[in-house]
Structures are given as C-alpha cells and as structure tokens.
C-alpha cells in the first residue's frame, strides 16, 4: 500500500494505481487537465509507484501544457493536409502556440478554415496522449525523411527520448500532456508567416484552443480590444520605440521612448536614496563557470547567450555577480542588511516565436535588488519591501494581488529555516495589511516567495516583480559575515524587483494610459501653436525648457496646428498670440475648454504635475484659483 498525501490527507492505496484512477476514486474534482507528483508536472496517466505528494490542475493553471498538446494536433491536422510537409517544432507560448513547418507552398489566410476543420475532426476522435519511449536508433529510422527531428535527435538525444502518440500521429516530445484530444473544445488559427530556420525559410502558424467556447469569445472579444490598445503600435504612433530584424527581441528605444524609459528608472533611484539601495554596476559578459557555481547553468543553459568559441556568456540575471561583490569584501552583522540595485542590461535567449514586443524580449533591464541580510532581519526587510512596491504601484493606481509560495518537495535548507522564513513572509504581508493567496508547495526550492501580479486595463493577470527568500546562493558562493562573537555565519539574500523588465512594465503602462500618458512620464508634455511675434515666442519656449515642449509656428492654419498637436496626443495643447504676449499669458485646451494662465501659474501646475505624479480628473478644477 502506499501513501498518497493529497488535500492535507493522508490516503491508502494500491501500488502502481494512475493519478487519473486516484482523481476518480478520491475527489469530486472537475475538469482537469493534469496533475503534480512531488511537484512535478505529470500525465494524469502516470502510475503512482511511491509514497508521494499528488494535487490536480485545471486549464487556469496548466494553460501552456493544454496549448502545447493543442500544438500536437495541430502538428497533426498539418500532416494529413500536407502530407509533404517536415514539421520542425511545436510549443506553446504566452498566448497560445506555433508549429513550424517547411512547406512548399506558403501558406495563407484561406487555407485557415480548413486547417481548424481538420483540428478539429482530430479533437472528435478524442485521442489519448500515449507517451512511448523509443531508443535513439528507433528514432532515427522513424524521422529519417524528416531532417529537422533527425538533426534534433542526433544532437540533442543520448540514448533514447519519449514520443507522444495520439492516434497514428507521433511526435517527440518529453511531455507531460492533457489526458487526451477531446478536452480541446475551440481552436482558432490567428496568424502565419515566414521564419527562418537554419537559413531556410519555414512557415509558422499561430493559434491559440480553449476547453470551452465562452473562453474562446472572451479571448477573441479582449484580443479585439488589445489590437487597438496594442503598445507595439501606439509605440510606433507616439515614436516611442521600434524593433529591427536586425536584432530581434531587442528594442530601439527613440529619445521619446528613451525619455519614458528613463524617468521610470529615475523614479526607482529616487527612492534608492530614501530607502537604503546602493546602486551598483556590474559586467555584462562572464565565465560559463560563474553560471555553473551559481546552479543556474545546469537548469537555464539554453536560455543563455553563449560566446562563441569562448567560455564567456552574456549575463542572464544579476544575482551572481552581486554574490561576487558581497563577497569581495569582509562584512560583519553591523554592516547588514547591504541593498545592491542593478540596473544592469541583461539578455536571455527566448525563442524567436515567443517575442511580443516589449512583453518578451530578449534584451531588457529590471530595477532588480538583491538584499544581504542575517535572519532576524528577514521580516523587516520584507515588510520594507512591501511598502516599497505599494508606493510605487500606488502611483500608477494599478492594482495587484500577492501570491505566497511555500516550501515544495524538493529543497535545500533545514525545514526549521524554512519555517520561519515562511512565518517571517506571512506575517510582513498581514501586517503590510495585503490580501494574499497561499500557493502551498509552489515555492522556489531555493527558499519561499511573493509573487506579485498586476491586473492591466484590459483584466489580464500579469507578473511584474517578485519577492524571494533564496537559501542557496549564500551557500554556493560560501558567503559570510562576522556574527557579534566573532564567529562566520551565511547570509541570507532577498531577490526583489517591482516593475520586472522596464520594457515589460513600459508595454503595460502603454496599454492602460493609450496615449494619455500621465504628465511626468509623457514625452509630449506642452505643444504650443503661436501667432505671436518671434520675441514672445522665444520667451515662452525658453520658459518651459525645463520640459518637454514644441511650438509650431509656421503658416499653417491655427486649427491645423491644433490637429497635428492634439494627433500627437501632447498632454498639454497651448496657444499664444498677441493677446498673450501683451498680458504675458498662455491659453491652455483642458477637457475642450481654453483657460488662460499666467506663465508664471501655469508653470507651478506643471511642476506640481511633475512632483506629484498624479492624474486628475479635472485639472480646470483641481487649479481653478490660478486661471486669469
């Protein structure tokens, strides 16, 4: 007999009986997709041999092995139309999946209904995924009219691997999978285009499936949405930034863009200063061997950009060349906690299908902080850092959800510190006065954290910054500080950053503000049409020059004028002529009324704007004693 611990229950049963059979006997659950065993992603199929810890998954929480096996189907469903096609590689993405093939023909818009008609006939024969392993000779033989997976197979496999089989359709790969074809219950194909793979160009076609048509509508209603809210084109209309062929996954960020970026980066600094960060700078290229003592080669090694012909690497992360700087001086408890933030470039090799614009790039910078500090600190510290991302996300009133994870199977660490690091966690949160959700189990198994997830304009859920106790760096870099007896004791570190990637959190201010930007990050701040003279003109200009101004003074029209500035969504449209200049004023368009301020008043509303960082909703309001 063994025991299954599931549900804070302990339960009894036969040896070598399926996850699925257990779902079925044990629970009154629904809809599931998958399940963990000991925390590992696993086919419900998968026979339970061991005492061990199981939980079920629903869609909402397996979405990228529910898309990755759709992606199967789809591998499928191009096979049987195009019988001479060589299918490259399939794997889900943010939203939905791709499946690369190299085809004769390329493929287009028309030939979309036909590849959803055959999904979907696949879909009703409701398939079971069946995970089959096969040598490495085997897999020769079967791909041998096929280069793309013999290539694959003779450079990436050993011995032997899986293939997963759905009907007569077989396709490598190590899994896991949704139980079988007919939980798929709506598919759309969204997009094809050409990509080159190993100098040949292959076609890619995008899609994205559902378990139910209500989610499929919901998607396609917001996807409707987000295509006129999308940053990659509002970056464009408001010259903010570009992508290039050239070096894809890597932006050009324009002076407007570079403006934006930068006042973000600058906000961060300023409370840097008021909360203790020392800002550092470290190098972008290391030795292969810092990722390995580290621990992050042997699990990341694929999304790291190798040099080639050297053992050097561009940097993925900060937190190892932080370790290096704790640990090129001798530290006692007094000099603890130590803030090191890093604006660092860093770089992580995505793939080239799963780039979003500025939502998964391949090049980018976070505001990431990596805090030194002894145990007893640990509290404190986090609950700093919980008035730190309230305060920030507080400005752009977003609003965010806490999720705490907690220690997994598999971990490094006595349970006793670990223990209280989760109580030291649990309470900073309670006391921070934060709802949060405990994700028990779901912890990193260097130590536990606080995931924070924002919820953007159009109501999708995204991860922005991170809080994380980390057990394991310390100890692999062998870390230490004097104690107050003279003795040697490891530090604990706290990973933290609040916006994540600035490009990322760039994409999401974009796409919640349009292209009303609040005033202190718009890099279109004041647009001036002028009709007076050539003197007042210039006066006016070198008044404002502490902030982003045009003025537009040619032999356009006044409402042309006003048309190009207002299409260039400048926060503030202005006009000055004769009557102005004589009472040394400026008429300012606010919510379509003309309001005349004196220069020196409408200059102390805009540093108010600035220091502030506020929106109103009635700025003629919120200044009605300054107007002329």
Known sequence: MLNIFFDKKV?????????????????????????????????????????????????????D?????????????????????KLINGPPIEEGFFYDIDIDTPLSQEDYKNIESEFKKIVKKNYKYEK?????????????????????????????????????????????????????????????????????????????????KDLMSKYLKMRDEAIKKDHRKLGREL??????????????????????????????????????????????IFSIELWKESGHYENYKDNI????????????????????????????????????????????????GALTGLTRVRRFQQDDAHIFCTKEQVKEEIS???????????????????????????????????????KALELAIRESNLNYTLNEGDGAFY??????????????????GTIQLDFQLPQRFKLKYRNNDGNQNTPVIIHRAILGSVERFIAILIESYGKKLPFWLNPRQIGIVSLADEKYTEKVKDYFKSFRCEVLRDNN???????????????????????????NTINVRINNNQIEYSLDDFKSILSKLEEDKKEYEDLSKEFSNLKI
């Open 239 to 284: 010259d903010l930034f570009f992508f290039h062929e050239y070096s894809p996954g890597s932006c050009f960020f324009l002076p407007n863009g570079t403006f934006l970026y930068n006042k973000l980066c600058d906000l961060m600094r300023s409370e840097y200063l008021k909360r203790g960060f020392q800002e550092v700078i470290t190098p972008n």
């Open 11 to 63: 339960y009894k049963v036969e040896e070598n009986i399926s996850a699925h059979d257990f779902l079925v006997e044990n629970t009154n659950l629904e809809n599931i997709m998958i399940c963990k065993i000991d925390g590992v992603l696993s086919d419900l199929s998968t026979c339970l041999t061991a005492d061990c810890k199981l939980s079920f998954h629903s869609f909402d929480e397996c979405k």
């Open 65 to 85: 092995i529910f898309w990755h096996s759709s992606a199967h189907i789809l591998g499928n469903a191009l096979v049987n139309l195009y019988p001479s096609c």
């Open 384 to 422: 700093n850092c919980l008035d730190f991302l309230k305060h920030i996300y507080g400005i752009f009133n977003f609003q965010f959800g806490l999720f705490l994870s907690t220690r997994p199977d598999k971990f490094i660490g006595e349970i006793e510190e670990w223990d209280l690091a989760e």
């Open 305 to 352: 950009f190798m040099l080639e012909n050297e053992n050097m690497a561009m940097k993925p992360m900060n937190c190892p060349g932080h370790c290096l700087m704790f640990k090129n001086v001798d530290h006692s408890f007094r000099d603890l906690p130590i803030r090191y933030a890093d604006f660092g470039v860093l770089h992580r090799n995505e793939l080239s």
């Open 447 to 464: 130590g536990p954290k606080i995931d924070i997830i924002l919820q953007d304009a159009l109501g999708r859920r995204i991860q922005c």
């Open 557 to 583: 029209t006044i409402n042309k004028n006003l048309k190009i500035l207002i299409n260039k969504a400048y926060y503030f449209v202005c006009v000055i002529g004769n009557k102005e200049a004589e009472k």
């Open 132 to 212: 089959v392993y096969y040598s490495k000779a085997d897999l020769q033989k079967m791909y041998v009219n096929n280069k793309y997976k013999l290539h694959f197979v003779n450079t990436k496999v050993e011995h032997g691997s899986t293939v997963y089989k759905n009907g007569d359709f077989y396709d490598l790969c190590q899994g896991p999978h949704i139980p079988s074809t007919g939980l798929v219950k709506s598919v759309k194909i969204l997009k094809n285009s050409s990509v080159h793979h190993n100098d040949k160009q292959v076609q890619r076609i995008y899609a994205i499936s559902f378990p139910n």
